[in-house]
């Protein structure tokens, strides 16, 4: 999957997943090591969700600087599903 994510993303989704804790850090390294199954992907998809919903959005709900980050974090994870399984 690394081809598909920045050092930029990685970073950030190691991050994402650390603070959420050690089974969201399982399924990072398991994402790492391009062994994840399609149920690992979807909390991950969930863990960038809920972190844009709570941190990403403006009082307007619009995407801030950090969310626009997200979007783009989940959009390429989720490419990331069609070429893994």
């Known amino acids: 999957m690394s081809r598909f994510l920045t050092d930029a ?3 950030l989704l190691c991050l994402l997943c650390f603070l959420a804790g050690m ?3 399982k399924i990072f390294d398991d994402l790492f090591e391009s062994s994840s199954s399609s149920n690992d992907i979807d909390e991950i998809c969930e863990l ?3 972190e844009f919903l709570m941190h ?3 009082e307007d709900f619009e995407p801030n600087n950090y969310g626009l980050e997200l ?3 989940l959009d390429a ?3 990331c ?3 893994i399984f």
Do not use: P
């Open 23 to 25: 089974r969201q850090k």
């Open 77 to 79: 994870v989720n490419r």
């Open 56 to 58: 990403g959005l403006k």
């Open 9 to 11: 993303q990685w970073q």
């Open 48 to 50: 960038i969700s809920d």
């Open 81 to 83: 599903r069609a070429h």
């Open 71 to 73: 979007e783009l974090l």
